[in-house]
């Protein structure tokens, strides 16, 4: 890979990726694709959420899957962290605790591309937090 | 936390949800005096004297979600721990700064760790204002802004491999530059 100083290299390798490249599906219509959020509080953070929500960036990537990854606060599941939260196009959002590599690409091959449940979930009548 | 990084990812969601439009981190190295300090600043809601109080305390948070509130508290005790102080100010309306001081030698002050995976994630997630990221060690400065990043990337995925790639690249390529204690 080619060094990459400043921000007019950076412009180049999307200049050059341009082609392939997808704009932000967030901008466009967020309810068209999925929807991943990591719980990021100090609680998520201290059990590792970092690693998870960068492992959950790179595995949808591989897989060509179109996803927004975010962040989001603490759902109040501290006791599960890391947690991530799912909303599939369309559907209702779910919300996985003690999420690790082997979980995510459980979520993504089970529930993300075929839609079914897996082990995990926290059961409740879930709302997404606005903070 | 284990890492200065961590710290930060945590502290700049309070300034997230404070709807801060200018969030700046500065983290400034200094063999001489042996300091290490890190300043979050943000223009967001700030606090009043009473909630500006309560919120070193571990048993006070503004969340509904649940009952303690620990993000400050770790990081003043961890700057505490590695021969640093900690201070935090806050006028309503105008923002809140943030400074934890460290000793650089000391050997619990926590490692940097890899702020060019947390930036990402950072402006990955937080689109709605400017952040801003600045490292000054005695060999240079480096400095990058998410409002940078927009300019030069426009509306194409912080997703896709090339640009992710990219932008850890570029992070981490001019810390090295600079020499930044780890």
């Known amino acids: 890979m080619t060094k990459i100083k400043s921000l007019a290299d950076l412009r180049k390798i999307k200049e050059e990726a341009q082609s392939r490249i997808k704009l932000r599906e967030n901008s466009t219509n967020p309810d068209q694709v999925v929807q991943v959020k990591v719980g990021m509080a100090t609680c998520g953070i201290a059990s590792g959420a970092k690693e998870i929500m960068k492992y959950f960036v790179e595995e949808l990537e591989q897989e060509a899957i179109d996803a927004v990854v975010t962040q989001t606060g603490c759902m109040g599941y501290c006791y599960a962290e890391p947690t991530v939260e799912v909303k599939l196009p369309g559907k209702e959002p779910l919300v996985f605790g003690h999420v690790n590599k082997e979980k995510v690409h459980e979520i993504i091959d089970k529930y993300i591309k075929r839609g079914e449940l897996v082990d995990g979930i926290i059961p409740v009548s879930f709302k997404t937090i606005d903070d | 936390m284990?890492?200065?990084?961590?710290?930060?990812?945590?502290?700049?969601?309070?300034?997230?949800?404070?709807?801060a439009t200018l969030i700046e981190i500065i983290v400034e190295e200094d063999k001489i005096t042996d300091l290490y300090s890190l300043i979050?600043?943000?223009?967001?809601?700030?606090?009043?004297?009473?909630?500006?109080?309560?919120?070193?305390?571990?048993?006070?948070?503004?969340?509904t979600t649940r009952k303690v509130g620990l993000g400050i508290p770790l990081l003043k005790h961890n700057a505490e721990a590695a021969g640093g102080s900690f201070s935090l100010e806050s006028e309503i309306?105008?923002?809140?700064?943030?400074?934890?001081?460290?000793?650089?030698?000391?050997?619990?002050?926590?490692?940097?760790?890899?702020?060019?995976?947390?930036?990402y994630l950072m402006f990955l997630s937080y689109t709605v204002g400017n952040?801003?990221?600045?490292?000054?060690?005695?060999?240079?400065?480096?400095?990058?802004?998410?409002?940078?990043?927009?300019?030069?990337?426009g509306d194409v995925s912080y997703q896709q491999k090339e640009i992710r790639e990219g932008i850890l690249e570029l992070i981490r390529s001019n810390l090295e530059e600079i020499e930044v204690t780890k």
């Not at chain 2, 284990?2 to 709807?19: C, F, G, M, R, Y």
């Not at chain 2, 600045?134 to 990337?153: A, C, N, P, R």
């Open chain 2, 40 to 63: 979050i600043r943000d223009n967001g809601c700030g606090m009043s004297k009473e909630t500006l109080a309560k919120a070193i305390n571990p048993f006070f948070t503004s969340r």
């Open chain 2, 131 to 153: 952040l801003v990221y600045h490292h000054k060690t005695e060999k240079g400065g480096f400095q990058l802004s998410s409002d940078e990043l927009k300019e030069v990337l």
């Open chain 2, 2 to 19: 284990k890492t200065l990084s961590e710290h930060i990812l945590d502290i700049v969601q309070n300034s997230v949800s404070a709807k």
């Open chain 2, 93 to 119: 309306n105008v923002g809140t700064v943030l400074t934890a001081r460290f000793q650089l030698s000391n050997i619990d002050r926590p490692p940097l760790g890899d702020i060019w995976e947390t930036l």
